[in-house]
């Protein structure tokens, strides 16, 4: 158990839908990382947050967002579902914001009909 | 920009048959390179992390290795539980507190 918790673990919704997916970070960890995994495609780094405020961006689309907050939580919104946004979607902590070890969590599995 | 590739593929092992995983990279100075472990639908579990050539760390049947262009996971007699998708991951300075990049991993599977 890595100590990062997301939920839900599965969902299922349809095209045009918006889903909110959870992420609590390890205790005393600054800094959250979403990533997307589809079958064919490795791990995709998403956005970076760093105490509340976005760090960095990598492959994430405009249809997509994500916010931390005070208590370290995060959330990603996705919105305007494809069926291509199907996929599995982790969240990774880390203690600070440079290129510490992250720890991920046990994923979302997202499957858009 | 930075890159990552993982050889082979895929690895077919009988159990206590010993091998080794690749990992080339590319970085504009490297600051970390990370291994994990990931099984079917779970999330990554972290390994190693190496930080400079010449590094070595040890884990259990793991080992892995690195140097200024590649990293090397051993595996000395694995088990069927060694069965997983190793994945590596290198972050550099140019990069430092932006996202890690990750190779597409190899896949592991050992036969009892």
């Known amino acids: 158990d890595s100590g990062v918790t997301q939920t839900p673990k599965h969902l299922i919704t349809a095209t045009g839908q918006r889903v909110t997916l959870r992420c609590s970070p390890r205790s005393g960890d600054l800094s959250v990382y979403w990533y997307q995994q589809s079958l064919d495609q490795g791990l995709q780094f998403l956005i970076q947050?760093?105490?509340?405020?976005?760090?960095a961006k990598g492959n994430i689309l405009e249809r997509f967002s994500a916010q931390q907050f005070p208590d370290l939580h995060s959330e990603l919104n996705l919105s305007s579902l494809e069926l291509g946004d199907s996929a599995l979607y982790f969240c990774?902590?880390?203690?600070?914001?440079?290129?510490?070890?992250?720890?991920f969590g046990p994923g979302t599995r997202l499957t858009v009909l | 920009e930075d890159q990552v590739t993982q050889s082979p593929e895929a690895l077919r092992l009988q159990e206590g048959e010993s091998s080794s995983l690749n990992c080339s990279y590319t970085v504009s100075g490297l600051r970390g390179l990370f291994w994990y472990r990931q099984d079917p639908g779970k999330g990554p579990e972290f390994l190693f992390t190496l930080y400079s050539a010449g590094e070595e760390k040890e884990k259990e049947r793991l080992k892995a290795t690195l140097t200024k262009k590649e990293s090397f996971l051993h595996i000395t007699a694995p088990k069927p539980e060694d069965s997983a998708t190793y994945l590596c991951?290198?972050?550099?300075?140019?990069?430092?507190?932006?996202?890690?990049?990750f190779g597409p991993g190899t896949r592991l599977s050992v036969l009892p």
């Open positions: 990774a902590s880390s203690d600070l914001g440079g290129a510490d070890t992250q720890y």
């Open positions: 991951a290198v972050q550099g300075w140019e990069n430092y507190g932006q996202n890690f990049v």
């Open positions: 947050y760093y105490n509340g405020e976005e760090r």
